[in-house]
Structures are given as structure tokens and as C-alpha cells.
């Protein structure tokens, strides 16, 4: 049986895309539960990841846990950005990065 989730979306998001296609930006997937990474950065198993922010400019969301890694990964001292390389490439493993769209969601806008 399927199990109903409201999640609040920003209107100007993309539309998921569909299962295996690549990410866009959409959000649904971390707003209905975080990945692993999400879930230790919540603390939380259910509901939408702490992490996840939103992009205003670009109208999509956006990984937090990947936007601090990418940004220690440019600034800092050498020593530090292999760590925050480390960290960023840990993240896009734990959240399957590149690998498309696996969320088994679907949306209905609200009436």
C-alpha cells in the first residue's frame, strides 16, 4: 500500500524528473526523507533533510552537505582542500550523485 507524504515545495521548482533521468534540481527526494548523509546531518530518518537549500537565483535545490564541501574544497590551504575533496567526493557517493533520479515519488500540486 502506498504511503501519502505532504512536503512543502517551492512553486518555482522544477517538476521531478522521472525515475532514472538526471537530477534537476527539484528536491522532492530530500524533502520527503534525507539520504544517508542527510540523515546525520538532521538527525532525523523521516522528513525533509536539514541540508537542503534553495537556490532563489537558479530556481532549484540544492545539496547543502555538496555547496560547503565544493566551497572548503576552493578556499582553503592545500591540506584542506584534499579534506574537503574527500568530504565532497563522500557526499555525491552518499547521495548517489550523477546516478539519475531514484525517488519512487510522485507530486500532485495542492488544491
Excluded at 24 to 53: D, F, K, T, V, Y
Excluded at 77 to 101: E, F, Q, T
Aim: proline share 5%; net charge positive.
Amino acid at each position: 500500500m502506498a504511503r501519502e507524504q505532504v512536503v512543502f515545495w517551492q512553486a518555482q521548482a522544477p517538476a521531478k524528473p522521472a525515475f532514472g533521468a538526471p537530477c534537476n534540481g527539484c528536491g522532492l527526494c530530500c524533502l520527503a526523507e534525507p539520504c544517508p548523509m542527510g540523515m546525520l546531518i538532521s538527525r532525523r530518518r523521516q522528513g525533509a533533510c536539514a541540508a537542503l537549500r534553495w537556490d532563489e537565483e537558479a530556481l532549484h535545490y540544492r545539496c547543502g552537505v555538496l555547496e560547503d564541501a565544493r566551497q572548503a574544497a576552493s578556499h582553503a590551504s592545500a591540506w584542506r582542500r584534499g579534506l574537503g575533496r574527500l568530504r565532497l567526493a563522500l557526499a555525491r557517493r552518499w547521495i548517489a550523485a550523477g546516478a539519475g533520479c531514484d525517488a519512487h515519488l510522485w507530486a500532485e500540486a495542492a488544491e
